[in-house]
């Protein structure tokens, strides 16, 4: 019985997931914190005990995301673009291209029937388009980011966010505020304007579909809604779409 481990380390969450011969066992989510080495340790510790289990049994373990090089116990580290395109031939092996839009970049891959990537392109210089975008929105809107996805599914029509950057597109949001705009209506404009910038990017590589996104903004109703209609194709979003990262690691740890 061969078991390996993936730990993803990203801005806002740490994530592991726990195979054992190629089949998932399980997956854990935690705040990464200030401290990326205690967080990656942490979850992997909660993960094991959650399973029942102990280091000793893991054979591999593979880290990634940006605080990747900060997992000592990691037998390797390696990009989010290998791991998460790793991840998401695991969750459907039909997927060509995948969105991932995490705390602090968003990145577009497309891949071939193996899940090994051709071709991939990435924002990691700003924070428009990302899930840190959306807490300050949230913040500026006085709402729960968590609510953000059904809110905007009731927009009669999305209010106009013309700037992306994340201070300037705050300024906007609180003049929309003061105008009298819907709630509802400011955040499918932001989502429409999350979805903009993310299709302008993917569309520099040429998405194939079946296309899915991962990242923890994937749970958000309305910003895949609005990246659907972005880049006119549907969108796949698994139920793991926020450990895909995790997933993908353990899947290569394997390899």
């Known amino acids: 019985m061969s078991h390996t481990a993936g730990i993803d380390i990203g801005s806002i969450t740490a994530k592991a997931a726990v195979m054992q011969d190629g089949v998932l066992l399980g997956t854990r989510v935690i705040f990464t914190g200030y401290n990326s080495e205690a967080a990656g340790r942490r979850v992997f510790e909660e993960l094991l005990g959650e399973l029942g289990l102990t280091a000793a049994v893991i054979g591999g373990i593979v880290a990634t995301g940006y605080g990747r090089k900060s997992v000592t116990i990691a037998d390797k580290a390696l990009t989010e673009i290998m791991c998460h395109a790793a991840g998401a031939h695991y969750l459907d092996p039909s997927i060509r291209s995948l969105i991932d839009i995490g705390g602090q970049d968003s990145k577009a891959v497309v891949m071939d029937e193996k899940g090994r990537v051709t071709n991939f392109t990435m924002n990691d210089k700003c924070a428009a388009g990302t899930g840190r975008f959306l807490e300050v929105m949230a913040r500026a809107l006085e709402a729960d980011l968590d609510e953000f996805g059904a809110l905007s599914l009731k927009a009669e029509r999305p209010a106009q966010i013309s700037s992306l ?29 999350i979805a903009s910038r993310v299709s302008a990017m993917a569309s520099r590589i040429g998405l194939t579909a079946p296309v899915m996104m991962t990242g923890g903004v994937a749970r958000n109703i309305g910003v895949v809604r609005a990246l659907e209609k972005a880049i006119d194709m549907p969108v796949v979003v698994s139920l793991h779409a926020q450990v895909n990262g995790a997933i993908g690691a353990a899947c290569l740890a394997g390899k």
């Open 165 to 193: 950057c994340t201070v300037f597109a705050e300024s906007e949001v609180i003049s929309l505020i003061a105008k009298g705009e819907t709630r509802e209506n400011i955040i499918a404009g932001i989502h429409a304007a």
